[in-house]
């Protein structure tokens, strides 16, 4: 089983931004998607953004387009998401996950189910 850490939440201004972590130091593989979802509260968990490793092929949610980028690196073996401009909305729970294979199309992978390791999630506030 793969151990996902994501760290990086904390308290933001409205308007501002902050940059989560996901590290997968055993991560061994090579095809791959990983992804980020958020839960506010009294909400149910939803997808924010997937990289499919194969090719770097992102999806976002339209809620955070253009505002979010999702990275990763290999080296580090850490994914990461840059959250820009950020709304009262973006707050929540953000948790990581990986789907192997990941040779579907990123959007495939927002749906719960087909993600298979899950990390422990990291809380975001957003403050006005």
């Known amino acids: 089983e793969v151990q996902l850490q994501a760290s990086g939440g904390g308290l933001v201004e409205l308007g501002g931004s902050l940059r989560l972590s996901c590290a997968a130091p055993?991560?061994?593989?090579?095809?791959?998607?990983i992804g980020w979802f958020r839960q506010a509260p009294g909400k149910g968990r939803e997808g924010v953004s997937c990289?499919?490793?194969?090719?770097?092929?992102?999806y976002y949610a339209d809620s955070v387009k253009g505002r979010f980028t999702i990275s990763y690196d290999t080296a580090k073996k850490t994914a990461y998401l840059q959250m820009n401009s950020m709304k009262s909305e973006d707050a929540g729970v953000y948790y990581c996950?990986?789907?192997?294979?990941?040779?579907?199309?990123?959007?495939?992978?927002?749906?719960?189910?087909?993600?298979?390791?899950w990390g422990k999630g990291t809380l975001v506030t957003v403050s006005s």
């Open positions: 996950a990986t789907a192997l294979p990941g040779y579907e199309s990123p959007s495939y992978y927002m749906r719960l189910d087909t993600m298979e390791n």
């Open positions: 990289i499919r490793s194969s090719d770097g092929e992102r």
């Open positions: 055993g991560f061994i593989y090579d095809d791959f998607a």
